[in-house]
Structures are given as C-alpha cells and as structure tokens.
C-alpha cells in the first residue's frame, strides 16, 4: 500500500534560517505528491503539488520537487518567516486510489 | 465556486453519549468525500471516504461510523463516545473522476473532546 515517511519535528528555527522538511514515499504507480500546511485551530490548506517526476512545486517562497529515483518530496525555503510557524504534511495520491496518504506531519516554529 | 462546511467547530461530549458530526459541500456534484482524524501530537488518520451517495469505505475499525445520505453531505457519528475519540475531525472534498492530480479540500474541522 501507499504509505509517506515524513520527518519527525518539531523543528525550531530562527527567523530568516533555511528550512528542509524531509517526505519519501512508497507508492504503487506514479503518484502524485502534496505539501499542505495547517495554522493553528484550522484545517489543511494546500501548500504546494507535483504531478510527474522531476515536476518543481513551488508557492509563498516554499518548493519541493519530485524526485522519482530517491522517492523524495523534500520541502525547502530559502528564508523562513515567523508567519511560517505551522505543521506541515506530505501528501501522495496514486492513480486508481482515492485515498489521500499523508505523512505525520512536522511542526515548525519560528522564532524571531 | 465551491465551499466546504464543517459543523460544529467545537465539541465537548461526555463518554458513553453520541456524536454527530456534519459535512457539506457547495459547488460542485459526486465529489469524493473524507473523514480524518488528528489525534494530538499525531498525524492524519483517515477514518472513513465516499466516492459516492450509499459508498462508504472504513479504514480503521472502532465505534465511529459514517453516512452519506446526500450527494453532498458527509455525516460522521458514533453511538457511544470513548475517551480515545477526542481529537480534531476533518471532513475533506475531490472532484470526482480527476485522477491523482487533483487535490483535497478541506473543512475548518471539528475539535472533539471527550470528557
């Protein structure tokens, strides 16, 4: 089965830091690859998708590129802000399953 | 364009007494539909999904059970609370029939504490 291996936080980082957010999958076929993100008390909004390999994601400053070879789906920004504090899930859907996978999820802090 | 309602937002229950919890989308017809769970300091469990009004897939055993009693209405309940159900619910939407690239919406989620 699916199944999305997620790196364990939480992470605390200072304002302004590079941030990596490690997420490898096992997939059957070619999935496709998520990052959402949830604020505090609120639901998941989409971060950013990747649909085929070697696809780059990217939004609000945050990428992540599929990387078929290494099953990876590494979360990056090259600057953090205190706005970024969140938890951050690593998604994946395969063809033919409805089933949206997540990873466990990393918490991030922000300090200024 | 489509919404996604989740009601209530909050909810304190005691043990032993039911639980309903309710999911509605706006917008758009047959979507798929979901439950997850977020037990805290843990990640997303999916409980329950529909692909369509009747269809529902469990995927994890417990007292918890879901209906779809409308093309657009999710409905997540239990007969009997246990303190293991506190946790944040959340209900989400795909486009049906998009394939894998499409992604999940969710709802603003329920916080269940059982007491």
């Known amino acids: 089965g699916n199944s999305v291996t997620q790196m364990e936080g939480p992470v605390t980082l200072s304002e302004e830091a590079f941030l990596t957010i490690n997420c490898t999958y096992t997939a059957t076929g070619y999935p496709s690859l998520f990052w959402y993100v949830q604020y505090p008390g609120e639901g998941l909004q989409l971060l950013l998708k990747a649909t085929k390999a070697d696809d780059k994601g990217s939004n609000k400053g945050f990428e992540a590129t599929y990387r078929k070879e290494t099953t990876s789906f590494h979360l990056e920004k090259g600057s953090v802000q205190v706005s970024d504090s969140a938890v951050y899930f690593c998604?994946?859907?395969?063809?033919?399953?409805?089933?949206?996978?997540f990873g466990t999820g990393t918490r991030l802090t922000i300090i200024p | 364009s489509q919404t996604i309602h989740q009601w209530p937002a909050t909810l304190v229950q005691p043990v032993g007494s039911p639980l309903s919890l309710e999911c509605t989308v706006e917008?758009?017809?047959?979507?798929?539909l979901y439950w997850y769970r977020q037990a805290a300091g843990r990640g997303l469990q999916l409980l329950f999904y529909?692909?369509?009004?009747?269809?529902i897939s469990s995927e994890v055993p417990q007292n918890l059970s879901a209906s779809r009693p409308q093309d657009r209405q999710f409905i997540l309940s239990s007969k009997k609370l246990l303190l293991s159900d506190s946790g944040f619910y959340l209900c989400?939407?795909?486009?049906?029939?998009?394939?894998?690239?499409?992604?999940?919406?969710f709802g603003q989620g329920t916080r269940l504490t059982v007491v």
């Open positions: 998604a994946l859907i395969s063809f033919g399953n409805e089933k949206l996978t």
């Open positions: 989400a939407w795909r486009p049906p029939r998009t394939g894998p690239n499409t992604e999940a919406f």
């Open positions: 917008g758009t017809s047959n979507p798929n």
């Open positions: 529909s692909v369509g009004i009747g269809q």
